[in-house]
């Protein structure tokens, strides 16, 4: 499973490049604030919303503290989709957040 840092993210987005990003936490958890663009499909629902995302695209999943962003991407790379797990989740995110 492909792994990124949270520091090689925030470089990424400071360069301008288009970000796909799915954060699987709860709710209540991404109201406290998330990575800015971020999308947010709790890990429970992640199967029901499959016809949402575009297997074309990279998406990288992130969670609290990358348990939740793990499984999530080992269930999206089961399906056919191109995932990068945020090591270290919102834990490790010193960047901007929304």
């Keep these: 499973m ?9 470089e990424k987005r400071k360069k301008g490049e288009k970000l796909h990003i799915i ?9 406290e604030g ?10 429970g629902l992640l199967e029901f919303r499959l ?3 575009d297997r074309s695209k990279n998406y990288i999943v992130v969670c609290h503290s ?4 793990y499984m999530a991407c080992q269930f999206l ?8 797990n ?11 957040i929304e």
Excluded: H, Y
């Design 34 to 43: 998330k990575i800015p663009g971020a999308v947010n499909i709790p890990l």
């Design 77 to 84: 790379e089961s399906r056919g989709f191109d995932v990068t």
């Design 86 to 96: 945020l090591s270290g989740g919102m834990m490790s995110w010193t960047g901007e």
């Design 2 to 10: 492909n792994q990124i840092s949270t520091q090689e993210v925030e």
């Design 51 to 53: 016809q949402d995302l």
């Design 66 to 69: 990358g348990g939740r962003s």
């Design 23 to 31: 954060d699987v936490r709860e709710t209540d958890e991404v109201a």
